[in-house]
């Protein structure tokens, strides 16, 4: 593989608009971002879009089905070895490809990468991170764990502030990450056992610049850069926040219209709705990076559509020219972050 152009394996299955709104993500992305897409799924399936696209000069990877939604992940993924997300993973593993973006089971694709990449030296468990925006323009609040690990210890939390930090600095430009803890009030005190342990090992690490506790109205505040909290809180505060987006561009068709004056207005406020709806819609972002594994893997929302997924290949390509596994890797070295094997094992 060349140094110079990323090679990205597109789960061409996974997702509710697969493979159309897939394929015509990665051929954006193949235009625009100069990098090299590789289509892994059903070939014919995948032939057609192509031809509608016109375009048929791409990479295709055979695979034999995909992983439901309603299947149990680990078991699924070990009785469908030549699943979309197993053969895009595979691609990775064998170093032919640089990255995996996948649209399908989020449970699935985790699973995925941790029996075929394995972990980073150092790290228990990977996080999925996900990217808001915040009340202060082009300052955005990376928030992890958002759905990887439903219940977490504090040394994992620890590990995330610390994975979180590296990305920040590196990927979104911020030269020291404030580093926040999800938690029901300021003080240091206050929260469950998980939060009062996790706030004590973060306070006293020197590799993360943590300020405290942040509580719900503070994470979209701007006051922080990466958010720590376990997966259950960070999936909730996800889905949350991107229905409070939709719902704001809601309101903004409906109402702006309304009469001669309104539409005169919708008219000359054109390119500044254009980028509210960048600043808070969740398809601008693609996804959520699976921080911990060895291997780059962006795990995009199930209802993707071209857009999200071509902005899922775009994240994909920063943490891959910014060397974000390389730098985790290399912050791990002789830090002593690991628990026992049987704490660290993946749930079936």
Same mark, same amino acid.
């Given at each position: 593989?060349?140094?110079?152009?990323?090679?990205?394996?597109?789960?061409?299955?996974?997702?509710?608009?697969?493979?159309?709104?897939?394929?015509?993500?990665?051929?954006?992305?193949?235009?625009?971002?100069?990098?090299?897409?590789?289509?892994?799924?059903?070939?014919?399936?995948?032939?057609?879009?192509?031809?509608?696209? $016109?375009?048929?000069?791409?990479?295709?990877?055979?695979?034999?089905?995909?992983?439901?939604?309603?299947?149990?992940?680990?078991?699924?993924?070990?009785?469908?070895?030549?699943?979309?997300?197993?053969?895009?993973?595979?691609?990775?593993?064998?170093?032919?490809?640089?990255?995996?973006?996948?649209?399908?089971?989020?449970?699935?694709?985790?699973?995925?990468?941790?029996? $075929?990449?394995?972990?980073? $030296?150092?790290?228990? $468990?990977?996080?999925?991170?996900?990217?808001?925006?915040?009340? &202060?323009?082009?300052?955005?609040?990376?928030?992890?764990?958002?759905?990887?690990?439903?219940?977490?210890?504090?040394?994992?939390?620890?590990?995330?502030?610390?994975?979180?930090?590296?990305?920040?600095?590196?990927?979104?430009?911020?030269?020291?990450?404030?580093?926040?803890?999800?938690?029901?009030?300021?003080?240091?005190?206050?929260?469950?056992?998980?939060?009062?342990?996790?706030?004590?090992?973060?306070?006293?690490?020197?590799?993360?610049?943590?300020?405290?506790?942040?509580?719900?109205?503070?994470?979209?505040?701007?006051?922080?850069?990466?958010?720590?909290?376990?997966?259950?809180?960070?999936?909730?505060?996800?889905?949350?926040?991107?229905?409070?987006?939709?719902?704001?561009?809601?309101?903004?068709?409906?109402?702006?219209?309304?009469?001669?004056?309104?539409?005169?207005?919708?008219?000359?406020?054109?390119?500044?709705?254009?980028? &509210?709806?960048?600043?808070?819609?969740?398809?601008?972002?693609?996804?959520?990076?699976?921080?911990?594994?060895?291997?780059?893997?962006?795990?995009?929302?199930?209802?993707?559509?071209a857009p999200s997924i071509f902005n899922a290949i775009r994240l994909a390509?920063?943490?891959?020219?910014?060397?974000?596994?390389?730098?985790?890797?290399?912050?791990?070295r002789g830090v002593n972050l690991e628990v026992t094997d049987q704490e660290s094992g993946i749930?079936?």
């Amino acid at each position: 593989m060349g140094a110079t152009r990323a090679r990205i394996a597109i789960d061409a299955m996974g997702g509710d608009y697969a493979p159309t709104e897939i394929v015509a993500g990665a051929l954006r992305a193949r235009e625009e971002l100069g990098v090299e897409v590789v289509l892994v799924g059903d070939p014919q399936q995948i032939k057609s879009v192509l031809h509608q696209n $016109r375009l048929d000069q791409i990479a295709i990877v055979p695979a034999e089905g995909t992983v439901e939604m309603h299947e149990e992940p680990l078991s699924a993924i070990k009785r469908k070895p030549k699943a979309s997300i197993n053969v895009a993973m595979d691609l990775v593993k064998q170093k032919q490809a640089d990255a995996v973006v996948s649209a399908g089971h989020s449970g699935a694709a985790m699973a995925a990468a941790l029996l $075929r990449l394995g972990r980073l $030296r150092g790290i228990d $468990r990977p996080a999925i991170g996900a990217v808001l925006p915040t009340m &202060i323009a082009s300052k955005p609040v990376l928030i992890l764990d958002v759905g990887a690990n439903v219940d977490c210890r504090p040394k994992f939390l620890e590990q995330f502030a610390l994975m979180g930090t590296i990305y920040s600095q590196y990927v979104l430009g911020i030269v020291q990450p404030k580093v926040g803890l999800l938690n029901i009030g300021e003080e240091e005190s206050k929260g469950n056992d998980l939060a009062v342990k996790t706030h004590q090992l973060l306070k006293v690490n020197n590799n993360i610049s943590f300020i405290g506790n942040a509580e719900g109205r503070d994470v979209l505040s701007g006051q922080f850069d990466v958010i720590v909290c376990d997966g259950f809180a960070g999936n909730v505060l996800l889905k949350f926040a991107e229905a409070v987006g939709e719902v704001a561009i809601q309101i903004l068709r409906e109402e702006l219209p309304q009469g001669l004056h309104g539409q005169i207005g919708t008219a000359l406020l054109k390119s500044n709705l254009k980028r &509210i709806k960048q600043r808070i819609d969740h398809a601008e972002h693609g996804g959520g990076l699976l921080l911990g594994v060895a291997g780059v893997c962006i795990i995009s929302h199930g209802s993707s559509q071209a857009p999200s997924i071509f902005n899922a290949i775009r994240l994909a390509k920063e943490a891959i020219d910014n060397q974000v596994l390389e730098r985790i890797q290399s912050q791990n070295r002789g830090v002593n972050l690991e628990v026992t094997d049987q704490e660290s094992g993946i749930r079936g």
